[in-house]
């Protein structure tokens, strides 16, 4: 399983179990008044939860400005409800009250609403929402896996988006205003079409009184070849979630805003920079740039690492990297480092290193020459295989090996088309036999070469 399809079936699971169903309370009140159109009558005070909920008659309905609340789950089901009606009276709707009503084209009314329920809208057949002037939040779930939602209005009172907000809204191009929203919750915007979005711009921006973006916010919210620069991500931004851009077609310069220090795992995994800026990084989580195939060769990743960054296993595998200079503080290459990285053709390893990761360098074809450190204690499992044919890539001609080196993993040079193996010349004297280095080399794992 890809690790896309494995991050969508995160996805799927955790909504399933945030839609867990509940008791049915039954009125045969209510049940009688399941018609084609509906009309509650007048001096009604509320409609109670689970009303209509399964209601398959029901196509059109009409409330009177009596209500003040709707019920969790009072329309849940409907499946061919079309039209509703709300009045200005009502200041609440509940859980689920319009859950899986996917025949809903016409919302009208509303203005009076200060609370929404969690996924009250949730599958549903709307074409835009428009924010009631009261409400400060968008609740979770809201209106998540509405597959038609095309423009959302956030007006200047709303500060929070929920989790999965707006989740599997793939139609979702156009979010007008939301100027003051400060969170942007867990999968709020993820599985959109948001490259069209903006505030009067062709692209989304960010709130620019940002402080908080959750896990997979943006998660393949469709921001294709749009700059990190045009998202104009503020400076009040301090907390980034892990796969919060992942997914994306991001390009240009990245550098992160000055309160963030630390980038979670799957970041910005699957995205197209063209020059990712660490130096103020503390620490990158794994996967975190991977491409996963998105970056193709183009000009190559250009990365500027911290001299204290410390980095995660796989961070940039798959990308597009064509250079990389391992910093001198560095005691050890991540495990899957630049992993398939196929484009990288210079590796410049420093004296002070001492390890290797396991697969850090696998398949990079482009790679024919390495030079590898005086200091070098252990080398991975993997870390330098091929499996791109006798002949074809790789390295080849003479490795030769640091007199410093204890261990070589198992298929560490699998796959190379190397000629000779050797250990450094050295004068003759105590710690060498022959004109030759003692050498430290106490285990060659299996297929090492």
């Not at 867990?20 to 018609?35: E, G, H, L, R």
């Not at 409800?81 to 009276?89: E, F, G, K, N, Y």
């Not at 074809?365 to 590898?372: D, I, R, S, Y």
């Not at 050797?422 to 022959?434: C, F, N, T, V």
Request: charged share 15%; aromatic share 10%; net charge negative.
């Amino acid at each position: 399983m890809s690790r896309f399809l494995s991050l969508m079936a995160g996805l799927t699971a955790a909504a399933a179990a945030s839609a867990a169903p509940a008791a049915v309370i039954t009125d045969p009140k209510w049940s009688a008044m399941c018609t084609r159109d509906l009309v509650v009558p007048a001096g009604t005070l509320s409609i109670p939860p689970f009303a209509f909920k399964d209601c398959q008659a029901l196509v059109h309905a009409t409330i009177p400005d009596s209500v003040t609340e709707i019920g969790k789950e009072a329309f849940k089901n409907c499946g061919n409800l079309i039209s509703v009606a709300i009045p200005a009276s009502v200041v609440a709707i509940g859980d689920s009250a319009f859950f899986n009503a996917p025949s809903l084209v016409n919302y009208t009314g509303g203005q009076g609403v200060r609370e929404f329920g969690k996924q009250v809208f949730h599958n549903t057949g709307l074409t835009e929402f428009a924010m009631p002037p009261f409400t400060t939040e968008v609740s979770f779930g809201m209106l998540a896996g509405s597959d038609q939602l095309e423009t959302v209005v956030l007006h200047d009172k709303i500060t929070h988006i929920g989790d999965y907000a707006f989740d599997w809204c793939t139609k979702l191009q156009n979010v007008v205003g939301g100027t003051a929203v400060t969170h942007y919750g867990d999968h709020s915007f993820s599985l959109n079409s948001l490259w069209h979005a903006g505030l009067g711009s062709s692209h989304f921006r960010l709130s620019p009184v940002t402080e908080s973006i959750g896990a997979s916010a943006f998660f393949s919210a469709g921001l294709d070849d749009v700059t990190w620069a045009s998202l104009q991500v503020p400076d009040t931004l301090t907390h980034l979630g892990a796969s919060a851009f992942a997914f994306n077609r991001l390009t240009g310069h990245f550098a992160p805003p000055p309160h963030i220090d630390v980038l979670a795992n799957s970041t910005f995994e699957d995205t197209m920079f063209k020059t990712v800026d660490l130096t103020g990084v503390k620490a990158v989580g794994s996967y975190c740039f991977a491409s996963r195939g998105a970056n193709k060769k183009g000009s190559g990743l250009r990365v500027l690492f911290g001299h204290h960054t410390t980095i995660g296993p796989y961070a940039f595998a798959d990308s597009n990297i064509q250079r990389l200079d391992v910093p001198a503080t560095w005691d050890t290459v991540p495990e899957g480092l630049c992993s398939n990285c196929e484009w990288l053709h210079t590796l410049n390893l420093p004296d002070t290193l001492v390890g290797i990761g396991a697969r850090a360098f696998e398949a990079c074809p482009a790679l024919t020459q390495l030079t590898l450190p005086s200091s070098l204690v252990y080398i991975g499992d993997y870390a330098f295989s091929s499996d791109f044919g006798i002949g074809d890539y790789g390295l080849n001609g003479t490795l030769l090996l640091p007199n410093t080196l204890e261990t070589i993993g198992a298929h560490a040079f699998d796959g190379q088309e190397l000629t000779e193996v050797a250990l450094p010349p050295a004068a003759d004297d105590a710690s060498s036999e022959g004109g030759y280095p003692r050498s430290r080399l106490r285990a060659i794992g299996e297929s090492a070469f």
